[in-house]
């Protein structure tokens, strides 16, 4: 399992780095703003532990790192969560067809997110693409945006937290 871990965790620093170095945080929080809107292909997490590993070995500052990261994932799912208020429910039920989705499953969406939108935000934060059409989902199905908004916090900064400063600290332990 730490093989895996490990490989995984050298796999995604080697993917985002180079777009760190050339877009240093202004990459990372376009990157993450994009993801947090429902681009799902952003590299959100390689480019979250890529700043957090070049943070630890003094590309950036840390205390740069982890709130510009924040906020470039709570911005980007305010924005999606607006987007969704305003046009998902009556776009999904219009336009869900052509896509495959159905009335009844719109319905229990809905159903899941007045039951568990809390844990769905905050734990959704770690799955993809979850992570990405949160924001959507929670605007379309009429959670409350300031229920939204607290959750959508916390989970933004315990998955800010969990990779960056993760990789930051595992850094540290990393010689050169």
């Known amino acids: 399992m730490s ?6 965790l050298a796999h995604l620093i080697h993917a985002a780095t180079p777009v760190m170095h050339r877009y240093g945080l202004w990459g990372l929080f376009a990157i993450l ?3 947090n809107m429902g681009v799902v292909f952003a590299p959100g997490e390689a480019v979250v532990v890529a700043a957090g590993f070049l943070a630890a070995k003094g590309a ?3 205390e740069e790192v982890l709130p510009i990261a924040l906020f470039a994932s709570v911005l980007g ?6 987007l969704g208020a305003r046009y998902g429910h009556a776009g999904l039920l219009r336009y869900g067809k052509y896509i495959g989705v159905k009335p009844a499953m719109i319905d229990r969406v809905h159903e899941l997110f ?6 769905i935000v905050v734990v959704g934060r770690y799955i993809v693409p979850l992570r990405q059409l ?3 989902l929670a605007g379309s199905v009429e959670m409350g945006f300031r229920s ?3 959750w959508s916090a916390l989970g933004a900064a315990l998955w800010v937290g969990t990779w960056g400063g993760g990789a930051w600290w595992l850094a540290q332990s990393i010689p050169g």
């Not at 093989?3 to 995984?8: D, G, K, P, Q, Y």
């Not at 799912?77 to 607006?82: D, E, L, P, V």
């Open 3 to 8: 093989h895996w871990f490990l490989a995984t």
């Open 33 to 35: 703003l994009a993801e």
């Open 60 to 62: 950036f500052g840390i």
């Open 77 to 82: 799912g305010y924005i999606a969560y607006g």
């Open 114 to 119: 007045h039951r568990y939108g809390a844990a």
């Open 134 to 136: 949160q924001g959507y």
């Open 148 to 150: 939204y908004a607290i």
